[in-house]
């Protein structure tokens, strides 16, 4: 009996580690860019939600957000102080184009 105890306690107790190793920080703006981006899909960002994630990442001044075909926004944006196009895609990427 005194080993069943015993054995139950180890059991129980080395079951606490894999619960504490679940991640929930999700991805933050200044993520790195997924390989291809932008990506084609379903994109769910409004214009104000485009802008902000861009402005969230260091461009300012904004302009021209229109989503294209693949569900990309395109726009321009001063980066750096230098004007450039960016994208938007779907999962939140942002490139310089």
């Known amino acids: 009996m005194k080993k069943l105890i015993i054995a139950s306690l180890i059991a129980t107790a080395t079951s606490f580690g894999a619960v504490a190793q679940t991640s929930t920080t999700a991805p933050t703006p200044t993520s790195p860019v997924d390989a291809n981006a932008p990506l ?33 926004w395109k726009g321009k944006a001063t ?16 490139v310089k184009n």
Do not use: C, H, M, W
């Not at 902000?52 to 957000?65: D, H, I």
């Not at 980066?79 to 942002?94: K, L, M, P, Q, W």
């Open 40 to 72: 084609p899909g379903a994109n769910s960002f409004t214009e104000g939600q485009a802008k902000s994630r861009l402005e969230a990442n260091g461009y300012t001044n904004v302009t021209g957000l229109t989503k294209d075909d693949n569900g990309v």
């Open 79 to 94: 980066n750096a102080g230098t004007e450039v196009n960016v994208s938007v895609d779907y999962r939140g990427n942002i």
